[in-house]
């Protein structure tokens, strides 16, 4: 069998051994409810709040800040609905992008329904939106702004500082969808004041159903789902003790060696895409050209459609996506590039590749062959 080459690092990432192993006691051996109160269940409580310090620290915030879910998506529902219902006394108005993931998208869509009204902003043709429109799209009703802090597309990085700045100046409530930015950009809630901000462990190496949100102390939100009282009566469901340990430690190690690595990132994404536009005419860059994730690159390939690019690529035994994994089996294009600045049809014409640390030139040299 031929070896696999996995440049789909934005989709999901391997868990690490690291990782694994500080995860597997707590299937088996301290297996107990971390709402027990017997010595295995304080083991397990003990494991759990280790881990939400270890989550705290990585992005700036305090413990009692961090709420555990089960994936990027749920942290993202909990965070907009929770806001939504819990302010509706103060305004009944959301402004969010058209580049955000579907888990941000149809929570919008499914409020819409409910009364709420929803402003979708445009991004120009690096994948920013305007700050000036942000400002004209704010109105009295606002209760939240919801702005994804890099897109898992074509990675471009918001400027998340300038918009906390808009949110607080204003009193609206800051949300961003830090999924693909924890473990790849280095986060401060509190320098750029965020209120909310969602993640989830796959996207940094860690275990997939295992997430988290940030909700700054003072937030007002409110419970979507109905059970017990873990998570401080926030989020009902009993603590998968194993996810949330391994949650903790992937975010530990993410941010070890960060500078390192995302330099070594860097330079492997530049290679790639120097390799592809030295070698192979009628290729764009998307997104914006600085202001990226460390090991994204999206290209457009004129006159090639980018599914069956992506098979043949993985004929070779080579894992990319053509657009993200969420959109695949609804053929779309990808939604920045044919948000308001691409033609809709050269979306499918579009190959995103996110790299990691452990891939070499010589990979990265594949695609221009």
């Known amino acids: 069998m031929e070896k696999i080459r996995y440049f789909d690092h934005a989709a999901t990432t391997a868990t690490k051994e690291e990782v694994l192993k500080e995860m597997l006691p707590y ?24 881990a939400r310090h270890k989550t705290a620290h990585a992005i700036g915030a305090e413990a009692k800040e961090i709420y555990f879910t089960s994936c990027g998506s749920e942290s993202d529902n909990l965070a907009i609905k929770g806001v939504a219902y819990a302010n509706r006394d103060r305004g009944n108005h959301i402004i969010t992008t058209k580049i955000e993931h579907p ?53 471009t990085i918001q400027k998340v500082k300038e918009i906390g700045e808009i949110a607080k100046k204003h009193q609206i409530y800051f949300h961003t969808d830090a999924v693909q930015a924890v473990g790849n950009v280095r986060i401060d809630v509190k320098k750029y004041q965020i209120d909310l901000l969602s993640m989830s462990a796959h996207k940094f190496y860690g275990p997939k ?80 050209s600085t202001k990226r994730l460390p090991g994204n690159a999206n290209i457009s390939f004129q006159y090639v459609d980018g599914e069956e690019l992506l098979l043949n690529l993985d004929a070779k035994g080579i894992c990319a996506s053509s657009r993200f994994g969420v959109y695949i089996w609804f053929l779309r294009p990808i939604a920045c590039i044919s948000s308001n600045w691409f033609a809709t049809r050269n979306g499918k014409r579009s190959i995103t590749c996110y790299l990691w640390r452990g891939q070499y030139k010589r990979g990265c040299g594949l695609f221009g062959r």
Do not use: W
């Open 103 to 155: 888990a941000v998208l149809h929570t919008c869509q499914h409020l819409e329904k409910e009364g709420f009204r929803v402003t979708y902003l445009n991004v120009n043709e690096e994948g920013l939106i305007s700050m000036s429109e942000l400002e004209n799209a704010i109105c009295k009703e606002t209760i939240l702004i919801s702005v994804m802090f890099a897109n898992n597309e074509i990675g």
């Open 209 to 288: 159903g295992m997430g988290a949100l940030y909700v700054k102390t003072g937030v007002k939100f409110e419970k979507i789902q109905d059970g017990g009282h873990q998570e401080r009566n926030m989020r009902a469901g009993t603590e998968n003790v194993a996810g949330i340990v391994g949650l903790g430690k992937a975010i530990e190690l993410a941010y070890e060696d960060f500078d390192a690595y995302n330099e070594k990132l860097k330079s492997m994404r530049d290679y790639y895409i120097s390799s592809i536009q030295e070698k192979i005419p009628y290729t764009k860059l998307n997104g914006h």
């Open 27 to 50: 299937f088996n051996l301290n297996y107990g409810n971390a709402s027990s109160m017997y010595s295995i269940g304080r083991k397990s409580r003990k494991a759990v709040e280790e």
